[in-house]
């Protein structure tokens, strides 16, 4: 068995890759960090009006577990949607001069593509808001 | 730079219909009688350019893609499949009628999705086509008028198609793992030398699982009884013939790289087809609705396609290409019956179908033709499939599977018969009009009956098709 | 052990014990916190094999998108965690069954395969590099995904839709 080596996919693995992970272990220890002496130096003394959640000042009523309405969750769903295509657009994009015009075409017919689903979604209301989407 | 796209043609004429649809869906007023006939005439043009571009061969972008004999007869079935679930839709009952280019929209990516799935010769074009086709069934299930069973459908054909899907891939995971390619024509030449190793076993047993799910195969049969309940009569037409033809295909070619050497791949797919052709038979008989009846008869069935392809000789693909095609055409004749007995889109039971010999001459014949089809009874072109493909096990000496297989399709012959009963025996407790037939489906269901008999009788032509198009997978 | 491998298991036992709690928890919202973790150990693992871009997109689309959409099923579906029941016996034996039976045959397929005792070459792929064999060699199936995101965008509207006019009781979305 030999590993994938197409010459035209991978290039030798670098140690240079680490600077991430340890920029990444630098933040969270400094968070951690943060959060411990915050803890361990703070006064530790509580009372129900402390323990309150903060409304501007407004004493809240009911429960915090409210239903969230149907339109956030469809723009959750279409933000991830559109997230996926961002995905595609990146990778075209940090290559794109070594693509070409041919590249250009591809990603420019992708993203035609997925306007007119966003000039759908427009259209038949999956971006109303509010009062309007109840009439409906 | 031509000659590429000329190898397109079908492809881009679905893009095409896709596209028109589409921007019908954006026009504000529905107006059923456009849409139908805008799909009508589209997809009948549809038949005639896969029909003219059957004989084209060649690759496209990047060997990713191959336009051969095999890709194009299975083209021609999807286009026919497409066209005549079209011709089934002139009273789209069960669908709102906002939401009916939605419908032809869905059902033109499917069989665009589906078109390139048989002709993808590279995996990730394969996983992506079969999802694009997957994700317009999943939307066409619970698109029905009226709530409840169908939303259960639709969520049950989403969980088990994703659940099949992520096995699927991870499948591909081990093939790319142990061949290190991702293009059917460089496996082919790999993994037949390292078939025995436990990953690639696993690795292509887990990959044929997603293909299984579209066919319903026994493990993967859960969700068949229910969509085909839920979902709207036409979209349980289409997901009945079409995608099954679709799934036949993509099986024999992820098979085909098996190369036929493999005893542990043969012997699994035996357990399956005798798996599926039982339970699909034993629970048929003791259902009352007519779309779950036919449900479970294409969980048989399943089997049966499987036995040809378990052969993995070129008589074995080619007997499964015309199983396929047999399918197709007896299965589209049962709906199109279900479809015009019940014109309110409602589920049509057994038991509705009494006294149907004289509310509706033509239709009772010819779903009393196609349900003996279906049982493989001569002069139809059921017992000729069935006849081939048993015939093509034989020729590899699997006779315990093939008598298996023969007493299920005697166990079969009792629930088929029992709806010919209701259709010709029985009389409807209270008078029933008689069913008004309109001039194009008499003339739809006299061709297909006549197909269904003439080549039953005469197959040679088709068979010399199929022959050729299996020749390519060898 | 190399620095490498080292990283590597500390990652795969993060990995592991994240997801392990994600399933088990009762609480949603902490399960979803420890599949958030999981997925980042994941990208983690990405980085770490070589492939940076995959990472990035990991914590973008997965960690990001996608966690966003379970809590939002989460909030709009309201479910108590008392209203969860405790799966039985009978539902997690057939599924711990074939758990084992799948370790089983993952631990066949990794000692018995010959290829298993290479140790492979450190490899990395840039993500111009990336980028351009995606668009280059499998174009095709980008703008296959093109439309699946199309029929994905439709169908989710028509779904919601139809959610919003059942009053959301009982149907769950696809993403």
């Known amino acids: ?29 400094l968070v951690s960090l943060l959060l411990f002496f915050a803890s361990w130096l703070g006064e530790k003394k509580s009372n129900p009006e402390k323990l309150r959640p903060y409304e501007s000042g407004i004493i809240p009523t009911g429960s915090a577990r409210l239903r969230y309405p149907v339109p956030f969750f469809l723009v959750a769903i279409f933000f991830l949607i559109f997230d996926v295509e961002a995905a595609y657009i990146f990778s075209w994009a940090i290559s794109y001069d070594s693509l070409g015009w041919a590249g250009w075409l591809q990603i420019s017919f992708f993203i035609f593509v997925l306007l007119l689903g966003l000039l759908y979604i427009w259209k038949k209301g999956g971006l109303e808001w509010g009062p309007t989407s109840k009439q409906d | 730079m031509m000659n590429v796209w000329t190898l397109f043609i079908p492809e881009l004429y679905c893009l095409l219909m896709a596209v028109v649809f589409f921007g019908l869906a954006m026009s504000a007023r529905p107006n059923p009688r456009r849409d139908y006939f805008a799909a009508l005439f589209m997809a009948g043009v549809g038949v005639v350019v896969a029909l003219a571009c059957v004989r084209l061969e060649g690759t496209l972008f990047f060997e990713a893609y191959r336009v051969d004999l095999f890709s194009q007869v299975f083209k021609v079935m999807l286009a026919m499949g497409f066209f005549l679930v079209v011709c089934l839709c002139t009273e789209l009952n069960g669908i709102e009628e906002r939401h009916h280019p939605e419908f032809y929209l869905f059902l033109t990516t499917c069989t665009l999705a589906m078109m390139m799935l048989v002709s993808s010769v590279e995996l990730l074009t394969i996983y992506v086509a079969l999802e694009l086709s997957s994700y317009s069934l999943y939307i066409l299930v619970p698109l029905r008028r009226g709530h409840g069973v169908d939303v259960e459908a639709g969520i049950k054909y989403l969980m088990v198609g994703a659940c099949a899907s992520a096995v699927m891939l991870f499948g591909l995971s081990y093939v790319f793992g142990v061949t290190h390619t991702t293009y059917l024509v460089e496996i082919i030449h790999v993994l037949p030398g390292v078939i025995g190793t436990p990953a690639a076993i696993v690795g292509l047993l887990l990959v044929l699982c997603g293909f299984f799910f579209k066919l319903a195969v026994f493990p993967f049969h859960f969700w068949a009884p229910d969509v085909y309940q839920g979902a709207a009569n036409q979209v349980t037409a289409y997901i009945a013939t079409a995608s099954k033809v679709a799934a036949v295909a993509i099986i024999m070619r992820v098979v085909a790289l098996s190369g036929g050497s493999s005893k542990y791949l043969v012997d699994m797919l035996v357990t399956l087809s005798i798996a599926s052709m039982t339970l699909g038979n034993l629970v048929a008989i003791v259902q009352k609705d007519m779309k779950r009846l036919l449900a479970y008869s294409s969980i048989s ?14 008589t074995g693909y080619a007997s499964a290409i015309f199983y396929a095609l047999a399918y197709l055409v007896m299965n589209l004749c049962c709906f199109l019956v279900v479809v015009k007995v019940s014109h309110d889109g409602s589920d049509l039971k057994i038991a509705q179908l009494a006294g149907l010999h004289r509310r509706a001459p033509l239709l009772a014949m010819a779903l009393m033709l196609a349900v003996f089809g279906l049982a493989g009874i001569p002069p139809t072109i059921g017992f000729t499939g069935k006849f081939l493909v048993f015939a093509a096990a034989m020729e590899k000496g699997y006779v315990a599977l093939v008598i298996i297989a023969m007493i299920n399709a005697t166990i079969s012959l009792y629930y088929y018969i029992l709806v010919v009963k209701a259709a010709y025996l029985m009389e409807p407790d209270e008078e029933l009009p008689r069913l008004p037939v309109s001039i194009p489906t008499k003339v739809l269901t006299v061709a297909l009956v006549t197909a269904m008999v003439v080549f039953g ?14 020749r390519m997978l060898m | 052990m190399t620095v490498y491998g080292a990283v590597f298991y500390i990652l795969a036992g993060v990995i592991l014990i994240a997801t392990g709690l994600a399933i088990t928890r009762r609480n949603l919202v902490h399960s979803i916190v420890y599949l958030v973790i999981s997925f980042f150990g994941s990208a983690m693992l990405y980085y770490l094999f070589g492939a940076p871009l995959l990472a990035a997109l990991e914590i973008i689309i997965y960690a990001g998108a996608i966690m966003v959409l379970f809590l ?32 089983a045959v993952a631990i066949l397929v990794v000692t018995t395969d010959p290829g298993s005792q290479t ?11 990336f980028g351009r064999f995606l668009f280059q060699r499998y174009w095709l199936s980008v703008e296959i995904v093109s439309f699946l995101l199309l029929i ?3 169908g989710a509207l028509y779904l919601g839709k139809a959610f919003v006019k059942e009053g959301g009781d009982q149907k769950e979305d696809q993403s």
């Open chain 1, 1 to 29: 068995m030999q590993p994938i080596l197409d010459g035209l996919t991978l290039s030798p693995w670098e140690p240079g890759l680490f600077s991430l992970a340890i920029y990444g272990l630098m933040v969270l220890g």
């Open chain 3, 72 to 103: 939002f099923i989460i909030m709009m579906l309201r479910v108590e965690p008392s209203a969860l029941r405790k799966p039985t016996l009978r539902q997690w034996l057939p599924a711990g069954v074939l758990g084992l039976i799948y370790v």
């Open chain 3, 119 to 129: 140790i492979l070459e450190t490899a990395l792929a840039r993500p111009r590099v």
């Open chain 3, 152 to 154: 994905a965008l439709v």
């Open chain 2, 301 to 314: 069935h399943a089997g049966y396609v499987l036995i040809g392809i378990l052969s993995m000789s070129a």
């Open chain 2, 457 to 470: 009788v005469a197959p040679s032509y088709l068979l010399e098709v199929a022959r050729a198009a299996a």
